[in-house]
């Protein structure tokens, strides 16, 4: 689950948000654990609040991830390998209808780049239990 990971503007990488206080968070790196303070005047955005544009109705970028994983075979991506592959053809296969005026290939890689972080750090549950019901909903045919 997604929820509670940060990214912040300006630093490498994605964060954990362990305790909000009065003007400032407390977040640890994911990747080296390292515990630090940030303060109200940096951008701070959560996963769980990110979505990708589609030719329909934006994604949440937890959607994206479970999607991402069932391509990757839950494995970290090499970047480097899809790049020379095609980046936009390889993220076709994610999210098929993904607006391809609006979502740009630096987009896709710090997708990806936060693809690894997470399952390098175990995390491979992108949805929490409501987004699994309505994205089961939203994949169920219609009679």
Known sequence: MIKGILSIAGRPGLYKLIQSGRG???VEQLQTGKR???QQRDRVISLADVAMY????????GQV?????DVAG???VDIKQVETEGLR??????LPD???ERVHVSDIRKLLSWYNILVASGITEFLDPEEEEKSAENE????
């Open 36 to 38: 630090l303070p940030v």
């Open 24 to 26: 400032s968070l407390i």
């Open 65 to 69: 991830l479970t999607s991402l994983a």
């Open 98 to 100: 993904y607006d391809r």
């Open 74 to 76: 839950s494995k970290e």
């Open 140 to 143: 169920a045919p219609a009679e």
């Open 89 to 94: 053809e390889f993220f076709g296969k994610v």
């Open 54 to 61: 589609t030719e329909g109705d934006d994604v949440p970028l």
